[in-house]
T-cell receptor
Framework: GAGVSQSPSNKVTEKGKDVELRCDPISGHTALYWYRQRLGQGLEFLIYFQGNSAPDKSGLPSDRFSAERTGESVSTLTIQRTQQEDSAVYLC?????????????FGPGTRLTVL | GNSVTQMEGPVTLSEEAFLTINCTYTATGYPSLFWYVQYPGEGLQLLLKATKADDKGSNKGFEATYRKETTSFHLEKGSVQVSDSAVYFCALGERGSNYQLIWGAGTKLIIKP
């Protein structure tokens, strides 16, 4: 079956521009996560959506970052006025959202380069 | 707060060597524990997991046992292959949480033929 998909796979932008990253979760998965992975680093949690509940935005590094999700479908992560330190791979994952032991399924990521 | 600590990499081994990647955790409750793997050029994927104390997760020849007394979940494999070269992440998911995982920093494994 279809896994988690993300687009674009690569994005090169100039400092100060806005970017929008997209994530299509696995159908039926109520939980959706965004992470950031800088080169050679671990995963940094950004934001979490669970069904129709208010999202957990505690990991967003600044107010330049925002994310939306419509119901239990597509999510977009928007970074405004990009900075060079925003360069990283942005990963999206989804899970059934039923139990703390649920497996998270990851997309291939979007590699963002801010020049 | 909850945390996960992994041994730093890179870990470099010869093919057929025995592998151990250490992972210890701090948690207030009774978490589930995971190992995820990121092969070169591929996305993160679950390798194995254990949901309660003394459980052993296993997959692809890898094993990890949930040790509550030592708060550890070390990853082991008896005989590694070049194809095992990847970055391995230990993670923790706590009961009653909003299903977030707490991630270790990752350990890069390099297997030489």
């Amino acid at each position: 079956g279809a896994g988690v998909s993300q687009s674009p796979s690569n994005k090169v932008t100039e400092k100060g521009k806005d970017v929008e990253l997209r994530c299509d979760p696995i159908s039926g998965h109520t939980a959706l996560y965004w992470y950031r992975q800088r080169l050679g680093q671990g995963l940094e949690f950004l934001i979490y959506f669970q069904g129709n509940s208010a999202p957990d935005k505690s990991g967003l590094p600044s107010d330049r970052f925002s994310a939306e999700r419509t119901g239990e479908s597509v999510s977009t992560l928007t970074i405004q006025r990009t900075q060079q330190e925003d360069s990283a791979v942005y990963l999206c994952a989804s899970s059934k959202g039923q139990d703390h032991a649920d497996t998270q399924y990851f997309g291939p990521g979007t590699r963002l380069t801010v020049l | 707060g909850n945390s996960v600590t992994q041994m730093e990499g890179p870990v470099t081994l010869s093919e057929e060597a025995f592998l151990t990647i250490n992972c210890t955790y701090t948690a207030t409750g009774y978490p589930s524990l995971f190992w995820y793997v990121q092969y070169p050029g591929e996305g993160l994927q679950l390798l194995l997991k254990a949901t309660k104390a003394d459980d052993k997760g296993s997959n692809k020849g890898f094993e990890a046992t949930y040790r509550k007394e030592t708060t550890s979940f070390h990853l082991e494999k008896g005989s590694v292959q070049v194809s095992d070269s990847a970055v391995y992440f230990c993670a923790l998911g706590e009961r009653g949480s909003n299903y977030q995982l707490i991630w270790g920093a990752g350990t890069k494994l390099i297997i030489k033929p």
